[in-house]
């Protein structure tokens, strides 16, 4: 899959002053011209651009400090309610957390080790084991860095004894999309269309273009077609996002736990008058089916961590997920 250059440009906005209002204008400029999910703001909670801009420029003029202006700036773009828009400073970075604490955590590190056990594999970062019942444990914590099919490949051969896989992506923050797409590959045996990309034409809030068709390519390494069941939280994000629109086109593969927490635009960057840089969404990617996936996808199986089971040290997803996976062996072994 081809992913277009934007995602590593820069916009130069340099016709505002370096003022506590030229900083603002430039900055609300910015949004208001080149962030893609404006229509998809109005609609899911209301947004009104305008009104952002109207409820915060009084507030910009009283400001008395650069620090006092980066928090104001911060939580002007706040109102975007998207994990991807951020601004950086000498002050820090200002981010919006709330799309993922609003929600339950349904994930436990702690309680995830009983099911690793001490006998697991490490391969790029991904964890995975079999664990007593036959069925195979991998846990994907991060696409930050590159996976190898050499390595994938070896991972799944060492899995092949087993009757399906848990693979467990919750609090997978995303990364390069480039990772999401090298897993999702060894799970397909044929090109398959998995959603779209637009891009920005104009400074207009609907200036989209067409939609482009987006393909996931099989890989030349090891292909797993028996069941998989992929686990959500509201921590999946960004590129783990785009993993779970890939997988869930795999008629063998269902998605199972929490509504992930979105983060479907692509991202682009650009400066204020005073060398803060601002990082913003600006090409939407939707699902095969058209839909935007920036504010999460629904699995196909809700299931939360009961507190029972919290408090007992068992993973309600991962044994409901077992529960699926000899449900859909048993089937197609018949035994049913």
Known sequence: ????????????????????????????????????????????????????????????????????????????????????????????????????????KNFSDSIQRNYLGHDFRITNGIKYTAMPDSIGYVYVESFASGFGADNLSVMLMNLKHTKGIVLDIRDNGGGMLTAAERLASHFTKEKIHCGYIQHKTGKGHYDLSQPERLYLEASKGAIWLRPVVVLTNRGVYSAANYFVMMMRELPHVAIMGDRTGGGSGMPLNSTLPNGWSVRFSACPILDAQGNHTEFGIEPDVKVDITSEDWSNGRDTMIEEAKKLIFEYYDKISGKE
């Open 1 to 104: 899959m081809t992913l277009p250059l934007i995602l590593a440009g820069c916009i130069e906005e340099d016709e505002f002053t370096n003022t506590p209002r030229g900083n603002f204008e430039a900055l609300w400029s910015i949004m208001d011209e080149h962030y893609c999910f404006f229509p998809e703001a109005e609609e899911e909670f209301g947004l009104d651009w305008n009104a952002v801009y109207e409820k915060y420029r009084p507030i910009v003029n009283e400001t008395e400090s650069e620090a006092q202006l980066f928090d104001v700036l911060g939580d002007m773009i706040a109102e975007l309610r998207d994990g991807h828009v951020n601004l950086s400073s000498i002050y820090g970075t200002k981010f919006y957390w709330d799309w993922k604490l609003d929600y339950p």
